[in-house]
C-alpha cells in the first residue's frame, strides 16, 4: 500500500498485521518530520580479535570444562546451559481451562559465526557470513534429523542492549518437541491466506512492497529487505526470498550466496544509520520440521533492532504498548528510507572514507 497521500496515514491510524493478527497504532504527526536525530562520532571497537577470557573464540575452555575447536570459520556446540532439555515429548496437566502445562523438551545449540572476536556479521565479508547461512542450514538439518523435534528456531541476539552475554559474533538455536506460539500463529495465518486466495501471503505481500518500494530497504535477484507496513520496532524489518521456499535448506547454492550478500547489506546499513554496533534480535520463520505440510508457508528473516534516535536513545514497549497495543511515531515508510540511504559499505571499512564530523 502506498502512503503518499493518504490521509489515513497522515493522522493517527492502526495498522493490521496480517502474519500475526495483530495491530499497531502509528502516531506519524509525533514524529514524522525532517531527519533530527543525532549522529554521534564513530565508534570503533576495542575488541581484540582473539579474547583468551571468552569462552567462544578458538582453543578456550567453556564453562563446562569442554575446550573449542581451533575452528577457523563457523563452529556450533551444544549450549551448556540449555533452556530445554532432550526427553520424551508429550506429557502435560489433566484437562483444565485455567491451569494448564505441557512438558517441553528439546535441544538448545550455540553457533560461532566466526573465530575473530572482534567481529560482527556487518563486519564479516560476504564468503564468511555464506559460512554461517551454511552453519544453519546444517544444524536445521541435523536436528530434524533427531526425530523428536517438530520446530527449530534459528536466531541471534545481538548487543548488551539486547541482553547477549558476548560480543563474540554468535547466534543460537533452539529445538523444541512443539511449534512456539509465534511461529505457530505465523503458520495458521498463512494457511487461511493460502486457502483463501490460493496464493501465499508472503509472496503476495512481497510483489506490493516491491511495486511501490517505500519500504524496500535494499535487494538483491534472490531477496528483498523490507521495513514491513505493520512493524512495531522503529527500524523493524523483513528479509524475504522471492521464491516460494519453506525452509533454509531448500534453498539453493545462488540462493545461499545472496542471502549473505543480501544480509551483509542490511547489517552494514543498520551500523551505518547511527555509527555504531546495531543491536537487534533477529530470526528466521519458516516449515517445521515434523513432515507435515504447511500450506502458504514462505521462509522469512525478521529483524527487531531497539534503537530509535541514536545509539544511545532507544525505544521501550511500556505504558499504552504494555497495556493496550504497540505504538509507533516514526513510520515504517520513514524508516525504510533512512536504511536504503545508507551506505552498504561499513562505517569502520577503509573503503568508507573518514566518517563526517
Ligand atoms: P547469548 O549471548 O545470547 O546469551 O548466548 C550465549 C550462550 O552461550 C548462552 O545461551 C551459552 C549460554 O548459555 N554458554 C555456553 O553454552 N557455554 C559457556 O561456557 C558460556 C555460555
Known amino acids: 500500500m502506498a502512503t503518499r497521500g493518504s490521509p489515513l496515514l497522515a493522522g493517527p491510524h492502526r495498522r493490521y498485521n496480517p502474519l500475526l493478527d495483530e495491530w499497531v497504532l502509528v502516531s506519524p504527526h509525533r514524529l514524522d518530520r525532517p531527519w533530527q536525530g543525532q549522529v554521534e562520532a564513530a565508534q570503533l571497537s576495542t575488541l581484540p580479535p582473539y579474547d583468551p577470557g571468552c569462552y567462544l573464540c578458538p582453543g578456550n575452555r567453556r564453562a563446562n570444562g569442554e575446550r573449542n575447536p581451533a575452528y577457523g570459520t563457523t563452529f556450533a556446540f551444544d549450549n551448556d546451559f540449555p ?14 481451562d485455567l491451569f494448564v502445562a505441557e512438558a517441553q523438551s528439546g535441544v538448545c545449540r550455540v553457533v560461532c559465526f566466526s573465530a575473530r572476536h572482534d567481529l560482527t556479521l ?18 536445521v538439518e541435523r536436528l530434524s534429523g533427531l526425530g523428536t523435534v517438530r520446530y527449530v528456531q534459528v536466531f541471534e541476539n545481538k548487543g548488551a542492549a539486547m541482553g547477549c552475554s558476548n560480543p563474540h559474533p554468535h547466534g543460537q538455536i533452539w529445538a523444541s518437541a512443539t511449534v512456539p506460539h509465534v511461529p505457530a500463529r505465523k503458520l495458521a495465518m498463512q494457511r487461511r491466506y493460502q486457502e483463501r486466495h490460493g496464493r501465499d501471503l508472503l509472496g503476495d505481500y512481497l510483489a506490493r512492497e516491491l511495486a511501490t518500494g517505500e519500504r524496500v530497504v535494499c535487494r538483491n535477484d534472490a531477496w528483498a529487505v523490507v521495513v514491513p507496513f505493520w512493524a512495531v520496532w522503529p527500524f523493524e524489518t523483513m528479509v524475504i526470498p522471492a521464491r516460494m521456499i519453506a525452509d533454509l535448506r531448500d ?18 546499513r543498520y551500523d551505518n544509520l547511527f555509527r555504531c554496533s546495531f543491536p537487534y534480535s533477529m530470526g528466521w520463520h519458516g516449515r517445521p520440521v515434523d513432515g507435515h505440510a504447511y500450506p502458504g508457508c514462505r521462509l522469512h528473516a525478521v529483524y527487531f533492532p531497539p534503537l530509535l534516535r541514536s545509539a544511545t536513545v532507544r525505544k521501550f514497549l511500556v505504558g499504552y504498548e504494555l497495556t493496550a497495543e504497540p505504538q509507533r511515531d516514526l513510520t515504517a515508510e520513514s524508516a525504510a528510507a533512512r536504511l536504503r540511504d545508507q551506505s552498504d559499505v561499513h562505517y569502520l571499512d577503509p573503503r568508507a572514507g573518514s566518517p563526517a564530523e
Open 83 to 96: 533452556a530445554l532439555l532432550p526427553g520424551a515429548p508429550g506429557e502435560s496437566t489433566p484437562a483444565d
Open 122 to 139: 556487518a563486519q564479516m565479508d560476504a564468503a564468511g557470513i555464506r559460512a554461517v547461512v551454511e552453519a544453519w542450514v546444517d544444524e
Open 251 to 268: 534453498l539453493s547454492g545462488e540462493e545461499r550466496d545472496q542471502l549473505a550478500d543480501i544480509l551483509r547489506q542490511l547489517t552494514a
